[in-house]
């Protein structure tokens, strides 16, 4: 079992900027990652893809956040960041992390974004 941890949520204006970070820890085994992603999902509509990036270090974005938002990844730390950069109120959302390994999927709890305008 991998345990997934968001952090790094919070109020900001718009134009602001906020950096989340994604921990991924197993508690008896070790486990490789093939990639890590960012997902939101804002009050009212479905999960949405923001972000990936592989083990690897192919990344891609969703569009609305390309310029904006930069993800990056301490593979030896098991580790994701977000850096989220010229916030709106349309990124007003809960972030999750989703750990991709082999066999599994893992889901974190999610950290509340909120851009007030």
């Known amino acids: 079992q991998v345990q997934v941890v968001e952090s790094g949520g919070g109020l900001v204006q718009t134009g602001g900027s906020l950096r989340l970070s994604c921990a991924a820890s197993a508690s008896r085994s070790e486990f490789s990652i093939d990639a890590m992603d960012w997902y939101r999902q804002a009050p009212g509509k479905q999960r949405e893809f923001v972000a990936t990036i592989s083990s690897t270090g192919i990344i891609n974005y969703v569009d609305s956040v390309k310029g904006r938002f930069t993800i990056s990844r301490a593979n030896a730390k098991n580790t994701m960041f977000l850096q989220m950069n010229n916030l709106e109120p349309e990124d007003t959302a809960v972030y999750y992390c989703?750990?991709?390994?082999?066999?599994?999927?893992?889901w974190g709890q999610g950290t509340q974004v909120t851009v007030s305008s």
């Open positions: 989703r750990v991709r390994t082999a066999m599994y999927t893992y």
